[in-house]
Every structure is written in C-alpha cells, then in structure tokens.
C-alpha cells in the first residue's frame, strides 16, 4: 500500500490513482449535499402552506364535517391540533383592477397547524371578518391599501348551478374586503391566496357551516404517520382521500427525486472512467513485481494467491480514498454552512445539508466500484511454470 516502488513512474501513477478516488469521492459527495439542500430548500417553501396531513372527500367537492366527526378526530391520539378549511377559485377587483386567484377560508386553529404567521410581512394573523390577508403580489398587482375601508377588495364567486346566468338577476355572489395583512414567499404563491374566515368562505360559496373542503392536520411529535393516516380515513361519515406532505407534492417530489438520480448516473460514468487509473496503477505494480511474484510462485504461493494480494491492495486504496473524500467533502459542506462561500444571490448562500443516506451511497459507490476494478486488474497475473 505505501510503500515505494524501484520504479519513480509507478509512484508517479500510484499517487495520482489516490487524488482520483479522493477527488472523485469528494466531489460526488458534494453534489449529492447540494441536490439535497436544494431539496430543503425548496420543499420548505411548499411546507409552509401544505400540512403533515390533509384529509380530501373522496366523491364530490366539500367534506360534511358534523360533531360525531370532531369527536372522532379529537380522540386521534397522534393529532396535535387540525384545522378546517375551504378554497375555491375567485374574482379580485380593485380600482378597475382583476386578479383570478384562490380564496381560503380557514378556521381561529390555522396558524397552530402551518407556519403561515412567519411569512406575514405586515399585519398579524387575527382574521375578523370582511378582513383578509393577501399575497405581496395581489397586492400590489390591484394597488390595495391596508385596513382602508373606503377603499375594500372586492371577491366575486360564480353560483353553482344548471342554466343560462342570464336566468338569475345576481349569478355571482360577492363580498367586500379589508386588507388586514399581507404574506409574502414566492411569486407563485404571493399571487395564488386570499386569506379570510371559514364564515366569510362559506357565505362566498353558499355552503352550511359543516361543509369545507378539507382538514388540514398537524401531527403530535411522536405520532406514527401511518397510523394516524389508517384512523383518519375511518372517522368520517362520508369517504375520505388522506393525504401526507409528500404526496400533496407528488409532481414536485418526483422532480427533485430524478434531477438527483439522473446527476449521480452522471457522476458514475465519470467515476467509472476514474476508475481506469486504479486499474492501470494495479497492473503497473503486478509488472514491476513480477520477479518477485516469480520467486514467490516457486516457494510454494499459488496464482489465487497472488491474485488476492493486489485485490485486497486496490480494495483499501478505494476504502481508504473513499473515507478521505468524504471526510473532506464534509469539511467543505460545514465550512459552506457556517461561511457561505458560494451565493446563489447577495443574501442568499447556496444551500446544502449532509445526510446519512448520502454518506452511505457515496461510500458504497466508491468502494464497489474499487472492487470491481480490483478483480479486472488482478486477474491479469498469469504465472508459468
């Protein structure tokens, strides 16, 4: 393993075979921290305004959510608090201004199950109706002004039904509005909600108090997911679709998912031709000792032998490589985190985060593929008598 060769050249390849599997360990272990922050970094924007979990109707569009029904969620062991809410599509208006987006009108528990208070840049989550909370970008897209009520936001909601709108004198049903905050996250998202009580939503879409669209829950620390989803879909009257995190975010999950898989195949084809280096560094030492392995031959070693001493020798060079790669990746990713070398914005550091899972595979990667190197290169020593 360390020591020297007669031979300067085979020093020469054996040293740069290390930097390769150290290099090459390094740097796939840092792109697989950076997938990972980035998948952080993008799944908390979602998390904010999606729940742990979140129960759906199964056929129609609203969930009759009577007092037998509270009861039951109540006695869910694994329910540290849930929130009942209704959303639908509407019309904005505002000084000869229009914005389609989403009303959601949600219950006094809503900030209890999604962190939706800590992205209010102005104003607090106390919603009393005609008051609502809208997105930065509704509101400066309809110029709104703040708790100004000779100036209010108009909703505007088709009435569902069958026939011509021409049958019905007033086809819409429409509130009026004060601005009482205003949340701000991404430009998709400041742009999609209008916040307001679950009375106001429910007057907008002319449904009786216990029909909503969904409960939204917030798991107990050391709740079992599974088990909560399996009681969950029990306790209601009508069927219910449970959903987790994960799966309301399935499209964006998915992407993330194959995005990190399609870059680490990359990696492994360049690691796979990194790997050549072991391979040529390995048959280079078996010709530099063949007198040696002559000699040995003649004292009674056999070829398999032999074969396993240059096996085990680029085994541990990739074991070894791979524990140093790693070790340095981990350095740089911790030196990111608390210096913030590189800036994807002025104020915004790259983001990155190291996981065991991570580690396992750049770990097994590397020393497979040292393994399989090692048997190609060994099997070369071919002794005659």
């Given amino acids: 393993m360390f ?14 075979t290390a930097f390769v599997v150290v290099l090459g360990t390094a740097a796939l272990f840092i792109v697989l921290a950076g997938f990972a922050g980035l998948k952080n970094f993008t799944l908390s924007f979602s998390s904010t305004f999606d729940p742990d979990l979140k129960v759906f109707p199964k056929e129609g569009k609203y969930l009759g959510v009577g007092a037998e029904d509270t009861l039951r ?5 694994g329910i540290a608090h849930y929130s009942k809410v209704l959303e639908e ?6 000084a000869q201004k229009n914005h389609i987006a989403y009303i959601k009108g949600v219950d006094a528990h809503y900030p209890q199950v999604n962190a939706v ?6 104003g607090d989550w106390k919603l009393h109706s005609p008051g609502v ?16 009520r000779s100036s209010p936001l108009q909703i505007v909601v088709p009435k569902a039904g069958k026939g011509s709108i021409l049958n019905d004198p007033m086809p819409y049903r429409q509130a009026f509005s004060v601005v009482e905050g205003i949340y701000q996250l991404t430009e998709d998202l400041d742009k999609k909600y209008v916040f307001s009580t679950l009375e106001e939503a429910q007057f907008l879409m002319g449904v009786t108090g216990e029909e909503v669209s969904a409960i939204e829950v917030k798991l107990a620390p050391q709740a079992n997911e599974k088990e909560v989803m399996t009681e969950l879909s029990t306790a209601f009257k009508q069927p219910v679709v449970v959903k987790n995190r994960a799966q309301l975010n399935d499209a964006l999950y998915r992407m993330l998912n194959t995005e990190n898989i399609a870059v680490y195949l990359i990696f492994i084809l360049v690691l796979i031709i990194a790997f050549f280096n072991l391979v040529g560094a390995i048959i280079m030492m078996i010709l530099d000792k063949k007198e040696d392995l002559q000699t040995l031959y003649a004292l009674g070693m056999n070829q398999r032998q032999m074969r396993q001493i240059f096996f085990w020798q680029g085994t541990m060079a990739s074991v ?8 340095i990746g981990t350095i740089i990713i911790l030196l990111q985190q608390h210096y913030s070398f590189v800036m994807i914005s002025p104020t915004l550091p790259y983001p990155v985060a190291i996981t065991f899972m991570n580690v396992g595979i750049v770990l097994a990667t590397i020393i497979i593929l040292g393994v399989i190197a090692s048997v190609i290169a060994s099997s070369r020593i071919k002794l005659n008598r």
Avoid at 3 to 16: D, G, L, P, T
Avoid at 89 to 94: A, D, E, S
Avoid at 133 to 148: D, E, K, Y
């Fill in 3 to 16: 020591a020297k060769s007669s031979q300067n050249v085979i020093n020469i390849i054996n040293r740069v």
């Fill in 73 to 77: 969620l109540r006695q869910i062991k």
């Fill in 89 to 94: 599509q509407v019309f904005l208006t505002h």
């Fill in 117 to 122: 208070d800590s992205i209010l840049i102005i």
């Fill in 133 to 148: 909370i809208v997105g930065a970008t509704i509101f400066n897209n309809l110029g709104l002004n703040l708790l100004n």
């Fill in 320 to 327: 070894i490589g791979a524990v140093i790669g790693v070790a």
